[in-house]
């Protein structure tokens, strides 16, 4: 049974940072790809950052040079750096992860954890 934990939300000011982090857990075999997305209230869920298994990454525009995405592969964890963070920032961020199954690579979604940037 695989399990999820995202940590690392939680209310900041304008221009401060966060951390965010997902550990995954259980019978793993490979993880591919590991990522974040973010849903706004009222929005739908969109794409924050994504990191391959090669290392590779990619941003939505509206963070680029802000967030840092990174993973650690021994403890299947991935993170996200927030920093200058924004008003308009705030969301429950979810992590998403593809994991090898038996029938195929699969995405499995953290739980999610809210982020408030809020003078």
């Known amino acids: 049974q695989l399990q999820f934990v995202e940590s690392g939300g939680g209310l900041v000011q304008p221009g401060g940072s966060l951390r965010l982090s997902c550990a995954a857990s259980g019978s793993i075999l490979t993880i591919y790809t590991m990522g974040w997305y973010c849903q706004a209230p009222g929005k739908q869920r969109e794409l924050v950052a994504t990191?391959?298994?090669?290392?590779?990454?990619a941003y939505v525009d509206s963070v680029k040079g802000r967030f840092t995405i990174s993973r650690d592969n021994a403890k299947n964890t991935v993170y996200l750096q927030m920093n200058s963070l924004k008003p308009e920032d705030t969301a429950v961020y979810y992590c998403a992860i593809t994991i090898a199954t038996m029938q195929g690579p699969s995405v499995y979604w953290g739980q999610g954890t809210q982020v408030t940037v809020s003078s």
């Open positions: 990191m391959t298994s090669s290392g590779s990454t």
